[in-house]
């Protein structure tokens, strides 16, 4: 887990302090030329990878090999003894006989960053004297191979973040002598060999991101000496038993396993321990800290995504150092203990995703982390002492009542949630105090206009105050914010043209507008270019009105290529989760709710609004458009044949609008496609042949009376029954509209359109409609939308 501000992957901690150990034991640069036999070697080496050919200090004769960058030699003999090649561009692979494996006397080998590739060759065994080898970061594939076994005096072997596969030599265990042994981030499977535990000297053991499995051996409780035990994400099952003898451990990490069993109570005896990550298993029952060591270091405790239940234990306030916690998502039930408040340094407090409840005590806000969401809490306590919430997460709870003014009081607060609770009335004017980074309010009740209040939060990234009772103009003061990646306003009761200013901002990446009263045009003149980044667009039921010129969409950057997401952005959806939460879009033709949206999800919803004249043409250029809804408009013309081109289309609803001629073949070709709506427009024509349409549902298709080739989709009785005998006088656009109206009848509210029923019912001919099919049918229809 990464957390702002710290770094979890304990494997980060470790760092070359061995080596530097190592390095200043050994002798300075030899006064005297090297071995010749030596020289010869390097030179060999050399013309094998290219290396410092063209670069200051190259390699050649002329000078004293023991002066060479990256080679020292021994004193006294002028043996190399040690190679340093770091992050050199070596590109190529290490062959069984290289010239490298004739350097008897190494001591320590560094290739670590140097784009090696292919497997490891045996020969590296040959090497008897290396003390330290650092292979990491490279492209090395294959095997560990057995022969690394005879390295009897090896202490620092590091082979991490390489492509190894297959299993931990059991050899390995021969490593009397071994300190540092990192295997982290590779291939390997099967479980570790309990030879390993042999390695009574070992201080560091770093087996993180590979697939082993099984249990850890039981002879590991002879690793005495171990500082850090690292085995996150992997697939481990189950622990020894008892663990109070690893008595110098001071990082234990095992989270992104399938650990079962009980908490490990053994574990917190150790008086060294600082770090422990058991996040991401299956441990089960309570959690007690009674055998705690009265001198207990520990600072950082990670238990999230369990199944531990039961309350929060007043024993916890014996770990008096604790900097994190981490209890969220398990099943802890009660009140949180007033004894926590002798926790003084602590600073992240998670309890996300529990079945906690009552008051939240005042001693919280001195913290600068607080993550409180998805429990039952309904009530504040509030702190006369001096407050350091930075980060406050207050969503999914029982919260009632106005906004809570205390929060105001809030100085350096930067991150807020407060969503998915009972809050009313409005929202304070005194939020303008903040810089805010993330202010989410969605899903409450509150009501009145939107405040100003963003004229200082110029590091906003995200706003959600969507689903309230919000009503006046979109914010003008947002213009402050050009740092906004996510803007969501949707199900409020905001009436104002569309913020084409927004365009401008650099990083913006999802607008939803969905379920307002904007109006008016989308494009205006001055508008040349804009929303470079935006992925997400969603301005579905509201009155916008007019046409799209052709080149709309033509700076819409990110929906025709896919770009890098920043890793600092990354990192913030990572840690809360919220920034894309409960965003609501027609996918694939059902609307759901998106925890979170994948990085490469692209859309466009413009819906239930009054657009008219021609799709634009640059909408053919969005190549990596998933989603495309343009349904219950005033489109007109043929359905364009530049639709073709978007082929990473998933779901394309052109439905309720006045398209004519035919569908074009070739969007049967569309290999993603998986949802089509065509219903109800004037089309005409063969259906497409593609699997992608003979899989599509009738309704997908009906109000076309000239459309045919539907008898494999809808059935031989459906298609005659349509092209029976209509009622007397009937012209062609009433015989349209009994279409759409049968077809409202037939298949309920949630597949018809809703803006045709209106038009329906301002129609001269709407008490035709209304007797010929039952006024309360329609009128439930049209008020269901």
């Not at 080679?71 to 770091?86: A, E, M, P, Y």
Request: one cysteine or more.
């Amino acid at each position: 887990m990464m957390t702002q501000g710290h770094c979890y992957s304990f494997s980060c901690i470790i760092t070359i302090y061995y080596f530097s150990l190592f390095i200043h034991s050994l002798a300075s640069p030899s006064l005297h030329l090297c071995r010749h036999d030596q020289r010869d070697s390097l030179l060999e080496f050399r013309h094998e990878f290219s290396i410092y050919e063209s670069k200051p200090n190259p390699w050649n004769k002329s000078t004293d090999c023991c002066f060479w960058k990256g080679v020292t030699c021994d004193d006294k003999f002028g043996q190399v003894i040690s190679l340093n090649l770091r992050s050199t561009f070596l590109n190529s692979s290490l062959n069984t006989n290289s010239s490298l494996f004739r350097l008897q006397y190494l001591r320590s080998l560094d290739l670590s960053g140097c784009n090696l590739q292919g497997e490891i060759p045996s020969s590296l065994g040959n090497l008897s004297r290396l003390i330290y080898l650092e292979l990491s970061s490279n492209r090395l594939v294959g095997e560990i191979p057995a022969s690394i076994g005879n390295l009897k005096y090896i202490r620092n072997l590091s082979l991490g973040y390489n492509d190894l596969t297959g299993e931990i030599p059991t050899l390995l265990g021969n490593l009397s002598n071994l300190v540092d042994l990192g295997l982290l981030h590779n291939h390997l499977v099967g479980e570790v060999p309990a030879s390993i535990g042999n390695l009574n000297k070992l201080r560091v053991m770093s087996f993180e991101n590979n697939s082993l499995s099984g249990s850890v051996p039981i002879s590991f409780a002879n690793l005495t000496n171990l500082s850090f035990f690292i085995l996150n994400n992997n697939n481990f099952t189950s622990l020894p038993f008892g663990m109070s003898g690893f008595k110098n451990l001071v990082t234990f990490d095992v989270s992104e396993n399938s650990f079962v069993g009980p908490f490990p109570k053994s574990l917190f005896s150790i008086p060294s321990l600082i770090a422990v990550d058991l996040e991401d298993n299956h441990f089960t029952g309570s959690i007690e800290f009674t055998n705690t060591s009265s001198s207990s270091t520990l600072q950082y405790l990670l238990l999230t995504n369990n199944r531990l239940d039961g309350s929060i234990p007043e024993s916890l306030s014996q770990l008096h150092n604790l900097v994190m916690l981490d209890l969220a998502n398990n099943n802890f039930s009660g009140r949180i203990p007033r004894s926590m408040s002798k926790l003084v340094s602590l600073g992240y407090l998670g309890l996300s995703n529990n079945k906690l409840e009552g008051e939240i005590p005042g001693w919280l806000w001195r913290l600068s982390s607080v993550m409180l969401s998805h429990n039952s809490f309904s009530s504040f306590e509030e702190s006369s002492k001096e407050t350091m919430i930075q980060v406050l997460d207050l969503s999914s709870n029982s919260f009632g009542g106005t906004f809570p003014l205390w929060i105001c009081k809030l100085e350096w607060l930067n991150f807020l949630d407060m969503s998915n609770n009972l809050f009313n009335g409005s929202i304070p004017s005194c939020l303008r105090h903040f810089d805010l980074t993330q202010l989410i309010l969605r899903n409450n009740n509150f009501s009145g206009t939107i405040p100003d209040i963003f004229s200082n939060t110029t590091n906003l990234q995200s706003l959600d105050i969507s689903g309230n009772q919000l009503e006046g103009k979109f914010p003008n003061s947002l213009i402050n914010c050009k740092a906004l990646h996510f803007v969501n306003v949707e199900s409020n009761k905001i009436k104002d043209t569309f913020p084409s200013w927004l365009g401008s901002f650099p990083s913006l990446r999802v607008l939803i507008l969905r379920s307002n009263k904007f109006y008016g045009p989308l494009y205006h003149r001055n508008m040349s270019s804009g929303f470079q980044s935006l992925r997400i667009i969603d301005i579905s039921y509201n009155g916008f009105t007019g046409t799209l010129p052709s080149h709309f969409f033509s700076s819409w950057l990110q929906m025709i290529s896919l770009g890098v997401e920043s890793d600092e952005y990354m990192e913030d959806i990572q840690n809360f989760s919220l920034v894309y939460s409960s965003m609501e879009m027609v996918n694939k033709g059902v609307e759901m709710s998106f925890e979170r949206i994948r990085q490469d999800f692209r859309a466009i919803d413009f819906s239930a609004n009054k657009f008219y004249g021609k799709v634009p043409e640059s909408i053919g250029s969005l190549m990596e458009l998933r989603l495309l809804n343009l349904s219950s408009n005033a489109f007109t013309s043929d359905i364009p044949r530049f639709l073709e081109n978007l082929t990473n289309l998933e779901a394309l609803d052109l439905s309720c609008n006045k398209f004519s001629g035919q569908i074009p073949q070739d969007l049967g070709k569309l290999s993603f496609l998986s949802y089509v709506n065509f219903s109800h427009n004037l089309l005409r024509g063969p259906l497409p042949r593609g699997t992608q349409f003979q899989r599509q549902k009738c309704s997908s298709f009906l109000g076309n009376r000239g459309l045919y080739g539907l008898e494999d989709i809808c059935g031989e009785t459906h298609v005659s029954n349509r092209t029976s005998q209509l009622p007397e006088g009937m012209s062609e656009e009433e015989e349209t509209m009994f279409n759409w109206v049968a077809a409202a009848i037939a298949y309920g509210p949630g597949v018809f359109c809703g803006l045709v029923i209106g038009y329906i019912f301002t129609s001269h001919n709407h008490e035709w409609f209304a007797q010929k099919f039952g006024g309360k049918k329609l009128r439930a229809t049209t008020s269901a939308r």
